[in-house]
């Protein structure tokens, strides 16, 4: 339990203060995923001569290495201090970002948003679990949920946000973070209390997630380098990815603290949600990052005229939550999973079909824009929130990890896919035929996550195989 683990100064806890705090925190690592797709053009502008391909990396590059280090990061908070954790986290993202702010080429924005986000994945798993020692356990589903909120509004309010900073300068969506970052440090350094579990917490295979962050960024550098390389060179990179991965999976099935532990997979309702959320993102993040270059590069709309743009989809997706919060009592969450993921299908084939040269925002994006929203409010929440319901309890916070994890590789391979469905079309008539067969791309995607979906509904209430229990596990026993 909680009380068991070492937390200090929790008589002594402020906590709506502590909330507030640890919600900037997860807000600060979630708008950095959205608010960049706004700038890429400007980005692209002002590094001119690189390609598409190489500016893909400002996005892959932070989702990669998020993706890789959550659950590491997470466990050796559990070990050594999560209140430390955070702070690290906070200062690193911080530090970065102000880096990011001046960098003097693409590949020094690159390796600075890859610090950036290494400070990013330190302040999910330590926001959270400092959160739950911090909450009795009567008031944790409450205080989560808000802490939760908090990301969601940094994926509605990023691409608004990230329009109106970029139309002074694509620095400003990395500047606006120093600021707050600073505040939310000695904030945080003042008002949260630490936890930890103590010298008994294993670290985590850190070999193997150098490994497997290196695998992705091989499969992403295949996917988006796949027209301009030979043929022979992206299958020899692919195929180096690809074993890479399975080396990852073999190491994970015998080493004592595995990132993903294998006995996880075994659990139905997780198995089927991971697939779903890895499928659904890669179709989003591809969607999101489509819809602003069309809008920038055919449309010529201004950085803030393309976040207000966007902005109608995820405002949809709070509402369209609450709603399918209340159907999971009498409906099957993987069917409420499904029908979002084919309302979104259907919201991408209608803008494919509707767009042409001239601009007509209100008539052929913005319908299709909100029945996505409705379908990703349906779809992304029930994932998230069903995922862990058939583990034990002592693997809530890990299976959490693991499930963000797969977002941010999806969110990888959409990126990676959409700038190599693309190409480099010129003229209109290319650049439409692309972007169709990129929103198809999409669509299908999203089929295939509705189908994956079902599988997610619960058959029993425990898992078949039990997982074993460490000997301590706070968060997760939360």
């Keep these: 339990m909680v009380e068991q683990s070492q937390v200090r100064g929790a008589g002594r806890v402020r906590r709506g203060p502590v909330l507030a705090v640890l919600s900037v925190a997860s807000f600060m690592a979630g708008l950095d995923l959205f608010i ?13 001569g690189e390609s598409m391909a190489d500016l893909s990396w400002v996005l892959n590059g932070y989702a990669i290495v998020f993706a890789a ?17 955070l702070l690290i986290g906070l200062t690193v993202f911080t530090l970065a970002s102000q880096a990011c ?22 302040l999910i798993p330590t926001s959270l679990g400092l959160l739950l020692s911090a909450f ?49 440090v000695l904030l945080a350094a003042r008002l949260v209390p630490d936890s930890r579990e103590g010298v008994t917490a294993r670290v985590p295979d850190l070999p193997g997630t150098a490994v497997a962050t290196a695998a992705i960024a091989l499969l992403a550098l295949g996917v988006v ?73 055919v449309w010529h709309y201004s950085p803030i005229r393309t976040g207000l743009a966007v902005a109608p989809g995820p405002l949809m997706v709070p509402v369209m939550a609450l709603i399918a919060g209340r159907l999971a009592a009498r409906v099957p969450v993987g069917l409420i999973t499904a029908v979002g993921c084919l309302l979104c299908a259907f919201g991408v084939v209608m803008i494919a079909m509707s767009l042409g040269p001239a601009p007509a925002y209100a008539a052929a ?5 909100l029945v996505g929203g409705t379908g990703v409010g349906l779809a992304l929440p029930t994932i998230l929130s069903a995922a862990a319901v058939e583990l034990p309890p002592h693997r809530y916070a890990t299976g959490s990890a693991v499930v963000n994890m797969s977002r941010q590789i999806g969110a990888v391979l959409g990126v990676s896919l959409a700038v190599a469905v693309l190409g480099t079309p010129h003229g ?33 209430p425990r898992p078949s195989r039990p997982v074993p229990e460490p000997e301590t596990e706070v968060i997760a026993r939360a």
Excluded: C
Excluded at 437 to 443: I, Q, R, T
């Design 101 to 122: 702010a001046a960098a003097p080429s693409l590949w020094w924005l690159v390796a600075f948003r890859v610090v950036q986000a290494a400070g990013a994945a330190a």
């Design 225 to 297: 380098k796949i027209n301009d390389w030979p043929g022979e060179r992206t299958v020899l990179v692919v195929a180096a990815a690809l074993l890479g991965l399975a080396w990852f999976w073999l190491r994970s099935l015998r080493h004592p603290a595995p990132v993903i532990e294998p006995a996880l997979l075994a659990v139905r309702t997780f198995l089927w949600s991971n697939a779903a959320v890895l499928l659904f993102t890669v179709a989003f993040a591809a969607n999101l990052l489509l819809g602003v270059l069309w809008m920038q590069q």
């Design 136 to 184: 009795p356990a009567e008031r944790r589903g409450g205080a989560v949920r808000i802490w939760s909120a908090a990301s969601a509004i940094a994926a509605a309010a990023g691409p608004a946000v990230g329009g109106v900073l970029v139309d002074a300068s694509w620095r400003w969506v990395f500047e606006v973070n120093v600021p707050i970052g600073i505040a939310a």
């Design 36 to 48: 960049v797709n706004v700038a890429f053009t400007d980005i692209g502008r002002d590094f001119a």
């Design 428 to 460: 209109y008539p290319g650049a439409h035929t692309a972007y169709v067969h990129a929103w198809l791309m999409v669509g299908g995607f999203m089929v295939i996550a509705a189908i994956a979906a079902l599988g997610m509904t619960p058959r029993r």
């Design 69 to 85: 280090l959550l659950v590491p990061l997470g466990r050796l908070a559990d070990r050594y201090g999560r209140k430390a954790g």
């Design 365 to 369: 994006m913005l319908p299709g824009w």
